[in-house]
């Protein structure tokens, strides 16, 4: 129960204590069950199922997966398409739950992987930061004392009161990176380094992503942009097939993913 | 930009710090407490709903008020006109209106939850969220349209004359129970229906038979007395008396049927909430 607090964290400084790993999985797996046909009537179920028809592919996307991330590290995790990347994510994130094993979240998770999911088109870039907070859990009232914040963050000033119909795909992304990253979670989870608006946007959001991590943010990236990674991270984590083939410093990682990758 | 970006905030303490899968409770319970925890997204996605409904028409508003005026008008001018049902001493118009409004209620309310859960099927495969909170949400909105409703009803009472008594103040209780006898029976269609299409199909002709085998455009007299205990076990005929006896005979609904309505309602949500709750794995991996 207390493996991950007894473990000295690696990223923290120096006057904190010793805290418990951020995000701790222990031999975590995910199957899905998918029926081999597609069934998309009640009849047609009801009818392959009493005839015994019902035959189910079964998928393991997740093995058997431990990871111990520490508030304050940033690490990156590599893998061909279908390793398991995405669903390690969604587990993190909550929207899986895992089939076996278990998994710890201390703190606040911000996923950077869909932004602004659940902005609505017909609503001003204003109602959907508040609708869009509120999907992430804040309370409108916090969200109103920070709103000059987000919009100014975004640069959406003279937008902010149009309905995001009229935005153009940067100005979404920027007004999706600034009401997630509004406050400082205690986990990050990016999938991709955003290429979010122009060059000075993308750095904005970089010092702001470091300015998390300084602050005891741990944070997650999942890249195929190997440079990203070696640039950012700590540690890297290469996945295959649902497991973990390799995990360490992050050039050692990166090398023998490479590798990998020219042999077969 | 600027090179004193400013720092943002550490997030406000406000949910749950630790999550722990090997921790949980039964998903019914789990269910239960997430929601309370997304409360603020609940009523936030009420509003939308309703700003939206509103963005969307021109008349907005105006329309709430409109459409059941125009409903009444058509209804009392049928009924009153080709079947003449005896009615005692209270206008035929309010009595059918009060028991449409709710029956529209639950008509729409509940296919709606069942639009919703599909439609957030998607959302919450990306981002974490309890998925009861949409068809909260759902019943939320269309209470709050309901209850706009009930203004032009009010002005056809002023304008017949129809005697307004204390007992009107029961009406948002009865419309309350109405709301959870309504997510009840959504969660369950919505169960299977964000399956199978037909489910949907199936309850929407279910609905038809059901506004027809209750006592809302013709009053439970008509019915043969041998009959009449069965009709009984009609949840909606509770609920509709709830509202309708505070409308059209100025007095608050029999003790009996606040029981009714009120064992009803509750068994419905804990069923609906039951197997909402029970099958929602089977949902994230929907192929």
Redesign the interface.
């Known amino acids: 129960m207390t493996t991950a607090a007894d473990t000295v964290p690696v990223g923290s400084t120096g006057d904190r204590q010793a805290v418990a790993a951020a995000i701790e999985l222990t031999d975590i797996a995910v199957r899905f069950s998918m029926p081999t046909e597609r069934i998309v009537s009640f009849k047609e179920y009801v009818l392959k199922r009493l005839s015994g028809k019902l035959e189910h592919r079964e998928l393991w996307a997740l093995r058997s997966l431990d990871l111990e991330v520490q508030p304050g590290e940033i690490v990156g995790v590599v893998g061909r398409n279908g390793a398991g990347k995405s669903t390690l994510l969604k587990v993190i994130s909550r929207v899986l739950r895992p089939t076996r094993g278990r998994v710890v979240i201390r703190g606040q998770v911000a996923p950077l992987l869909e932004l602004g999911a659940g902005f609505h088109f017909d609503l001003t870039g204003r109602e959907n930061v508040f609708l869009n907070a509120a999907l992430v859990g804040y309370p409108s009232r916090v969200v109103q004392e920070h709103l000059s914040e987000v919009i100014a963050f975004s640069e959406l000033e003279e937008f902010i009161d149009l309905p995001i119909r009229n935005y153009s795909s940067g100005m979404l992304a920027r007004l999706g990176f600034a009401v997630a990253t509004m406050f400082r979670p205690d986990i990050l989870l990016i999938d991709e380094l955003l290429a979010v608006g122009d060059v000075g946007f993308q750095e904005k959001c970089l010092k702001r992503i470091h300015d998390f991590r300084s602050r005891g943010t741990a944070i997650l990236l999942v890249s195929h942009q190997l440079d990203s990674i070696s640039e950012h991270c700590d540690r890297a984590l290469w996945i295959e097939r649902g497991a973990l083939k390799a995990e360490g410093p992050t050039d050692d990682v990166l090398q023998r993913y490479s590798e990998g990758f020219a042999e077969s | ?1 600027t090179d004193t ?8 303490a ?2 749950q ?6 921790k949980r409770s039964h998903p019914s319970i789990e269910e239960l407490t997430e929601l309370v ?2 409360w ?2 609940v ?3 009420t509003r ?1 709903n309703i ?2 409904r509103y ?2 028409s021109i008349l907005g508003v105006v329309w709430t008020l409109l459409e059941p005026l125009m409903l009444m008008t058509i209804l009392t001018v049928v009924f009153s006109t080709a079947f003449r049902f005896p009615t005692r001493d209270y206008p035929f118009p309010l009595f059918i209106l009060s028991g449409l409004l709710l029956f529209d209620f639950f008509n729409r309310s509940t296919l709606q939850i069942v639009e919703e859960t599909v439609a957030s099927l998607g ?7 309890p998925r009861s909170v949409f068809a909260v949400a759902t019943v939320l909105t269309y209470l709050v349209s309901w209850g706009i409703a009930l203004i032009p009803l009010l002005g056809i009472m002023l304008v017949l004359r129809q005697p307004l008594s204390w007992a009107i103040l029961t009406i948002p209780f009865g419309m309350l129970l109405t709301g959870l006898f309504a997510l009840g029976v959504g969660l369950l269609v919505a169960t ?1 229906g964000a ?5 949907k199909l ?1 309850y929407q002709v279910l609905l038809t038979g059901w506004l027809y085998a209750t006592p809302i455009i013709y009053p439970l007299e008509i019915v043969p007395p041998q009959f009449q205990k069965y009709f009984l076990l009609n949840p909606l005929l509770h609920l509709v008396a709830l509202v309708r006896e505070p409308i059209i005979l100025a007095r608050v609904a029999p003790l009996e049927n606040w029981l009714a309505a009120l064992g009803f309602s509750l068994a419905a949500l804990a069923l609906g909430w039951w197997v909402f709750t029970t099958q929602r ?1 089977v949902f ?2 929907r ?1």
């Open positions: 930009m970006p400013t720092p943002s905030p550490a997030q406000p406000l949910r710090q630790v999550y722990d899968s090997s925890r997304f603020e997204l009523i936030q996605w939308r700003k939206l963005k969307r959302l919450a495969s990306r981002i974490y969220v299977l399956f199978f299409h037909d489910v199936t794995n994230d991996y192929s």
